[in-house]
């Protein structure tokens, strides 16, 4: 990865408007070639991607595979084949509340791109987390500027050579580096910023767009809970979250971080963990290939320094290579007031707090941030509406954890704390465009508005 050069920004920004500009960007065709060539760039080079993610976050080519560049490889074809419905122009003549002079109207809305547009991506997912947005970007019919994370830099050099050399570079733009390279990027002016990552970066971004009134989606994270009624599968209800929690090793925005469970279903939930593990990892984690490690040391430390700091009981796991910058999947059952429940785990922990029952854990929840996803496992409709109607969370998943994303069609995003705006597929790419109005008034829609001219008289209240 080589830094961007900070005098190099201003005149990023400056070619993406100037492009812009030119509306090279707005025909469907350039769009669906665009998105066509992102395709072709994840296949062809799907071994140095895969390495490049070995390389910085240890992460199993299954991984890499299954729910990175499949996925952005599939995105982006279907993304390009359904372009046209998404992008055309809706007639609302026929719409119910038209009265019938105003149909003559042609009273259109027509999907428009919103202009030269930035998107700032993390480093637990960057494959999906940078394309899904350029592809949304792109399908809109905007100009890019991709800002890539500096703690993945295999990743990001890798992209920094494919992109250019697939996409067109008079319209999308790669920007690396640190603090000092987006605090530049942020002086410019877009018109849309789309940024994924965590909530107290995300205030800086946002009064960096308030500066130019960019409109702004905020992909965030935070404590996503696990409420589990006892009267469900344990041992399957164990395994689920387990698999929640293995997945890029717990460093993932909709990672369970913690589970409420009544006192009744502990010891069968413990042992489902248990049993789960076993069978995942025989030979145990630490030097499983099916297991990623911790990214940095930063964050090694500061997830070890959550289990040092911890009251609670070990319950499952607590080992730790420091070399390989690895923790073994840890459970961890602890009180109110715990350290394990106060900020994002975003890593291997898994806290488990005891509650009278599921009404307890939906007040705890609710007296919190609106997380980012609220996993309930319970098969009790009654249970299920209750947990709809007395909490908030972006997503809502019944007995498994995050396969909503597998559901492409469904929004994605947060509430509150956990962000705003949505994102995947049509979501994405209706971020990045506005809803452009139109109306033609004929010359004979006077019979219908000649009372609007002044002066007003009896005569124009009368009518
Ligand atoms: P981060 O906020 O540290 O970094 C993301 C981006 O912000 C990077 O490109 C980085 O260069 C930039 N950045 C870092 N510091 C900055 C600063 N001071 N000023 C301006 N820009 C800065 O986030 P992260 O650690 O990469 O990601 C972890 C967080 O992201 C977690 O909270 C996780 O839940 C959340 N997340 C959310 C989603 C989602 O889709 N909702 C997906 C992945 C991660």
């Known amino acids: 990865m080589i830094d961007t050069p900070l005098d190099e920004i201003p005149k990023i920004n400056a070619?993406?408007?100037?492009?812009?500009?030119?509306?090279?960007?707005?025909?469907?065709?350039?769009?669906?070639?665009?998105?066509?060539?992102?395709?072709?760039?994840?296949?062809?080079?799907?071994?140095?991607?895969?390495?490049?993610?070995?390389?910085?976050?240890?992460?199993?080519?299954?991984?890499?595979?299954?729910?990175?560049?499949?996925?952005?490889?599939?995105?982006?074809?279907?993304?390009?084949?359904?372009?046209?419905?998404?992008?055309?122009?809706?007639?609302?003549?026929?719409?119910?509340?038209?009265?019938?002079?105003?149909?003559?109207?042609?009273?259109?809305?027509?999907?428009?791109?919103?202009?030269?547009?930035?998107?700032?991506?993390?480093?637990?997912?960057?494959?999906?987390?940078?394309?899904?947005?350029?592809?949304?970007?792109?399908?809109?019919?905007?100009?890019?500027?991709?800002?890539?994370?500096?703690?993945?830099?295999?990743?990001?050099?890798?992209?920094?050579?494919?992109?250019?050399?697939?996409?067109?570079?008079?319209?999308?733009?790669?920007?690396?580096?640190?603090?000092?390279?987006?605090?530049?990027?942020?002086?410019?002016?877009?018109?849309?910023?789309?940024?994924?990552?965590?909530?107290?970066?995300?205030?800086?971004?946002?009064?960096?767009?308030?500066?130019?009134?960019?409109?702004?989606?905020?992909?965030?994270?935070?404590?996503?809970?696990?409420?589990?009624?006892?009267?469900?599968?344990?041992?399957?209800?164990?395994?689920r979250v387990l698999f929640g929690k293995l997945s890029n090793c717990g460093q993932l925005c909709v990672s369970p971080d913690y589970v409420l469970i009544p006192p009744s279903a502990l010891a069968a939930f413990t042992e489902g963990l248990k049993k789960a593990y076993a069978s995942c990892y025989p030979d145990g984690s630490l030097k499983s290939d099916s297991y990623a490690r911790i990214i940095n040391m930063q964050h090694f430390k500061r997830i070890k320094g959550l289990l040092d700091r911890t009251q609670g009981k070990v319950l499952m796991g607590g080992g730790i290579d420091e070399e390989e910058r690895r923790i073994e999947p840890t459970v961890v059952l602890v009180k109110p007031g715990d350290v394990l429940l106060e900020s994002e785990t975003f890593g291997p922990i898994l806290a488990i707090m005891e509650v009278e029952d599921t009404s307890a854990a939906c007040q705890w929840i609710s007296a919190r941030d609106h997380p980012l996803v609220i996993y309930l496992f319970s098969k009790n409709e009654q249970i299920q509406k209750d947990v709809r109607k007395l909490t908030m969370s972006g997503n809502l998943v019944f007995n498994d954890t995050f396969m909503q994303l597998d559901v492409k069609v469904l929004p994605f995003g947060g509430v509150g704390e956990s962000g705003y705006g949505r994102q995947v597929l049509q979501h994405t790419f209706e971020c990045f465009s506005y809803d452009r109005t139109s109306v033609d008034i004929p010359a004979e829609a006077e019979q219908m508005v000649h009372l609007r001219y002044p002066p007003y008289t009896e005569h124009s209240f009368r009518s």
């Not at 947005?133 to 890019?144: L, M, N, P, Q």
């Not at 410019?188 to 009134?213: E, P």
């Open 15 to 239: 070619s993406l408007h100037a492009t812009f500009a030119t509306r090279k960007t707005f025909p469907l065709a350039w769009r669906q070639h665009q998105l066509l060539q992102i395709s072709r760039m994840l296949q062809d080079n799907h071994k140095a991607l895969a390495d490049s993610l070995y390389q910085d976050l240890g992460k199993p080519a299954f991984e890499v595979y299954t729910t990175e560049l499949n996925v952005m490889i599939d995105r982006a074809i279907l993304s390009a084949k359904r372009l046209p419905e998404w992008a055309a122009e809706k007639n609302l003549e026929g719409h119910p509340d038209i009265p019938p002079p105003q149909k003559k109207w042609k009273p259109r809305v027509t999907p428009t791109p919103k202009g030269a547009v930035l998107i700032i991506s993390p480093w637990n997912y960057p494959l999906i987390l940078s394309m899904q947005g350029t592809i949304g970007a792109i399908a809109a019919g905007c100009t890019v500027c991709l800002k890539l994370s500096e703690i993945t830099p295999n990743f990001a050099g890798v992209m920094q050579r494919l992109l250019p050399q697939y996409l067109d570079q008079d319209a999308l733009k790669v920007v690396c580096g640190g603090v000092p390279e987006v605090t530049k990027v942020l002086e410019q002016k877009w018109d849309h910023i789309f940024y994924t990552g965590h909530g107290s970066v995300a205030r800086i971004i946002a009064a960096a767009a308030a500066k130019h009134l960019t409109p702004l989606t905020l992909e965030l994270g935070g404590k996503s809970p696990v409420i589990v009624d006892p009267e469900c599968d344990l041992e399957l209800a164990a395994k």
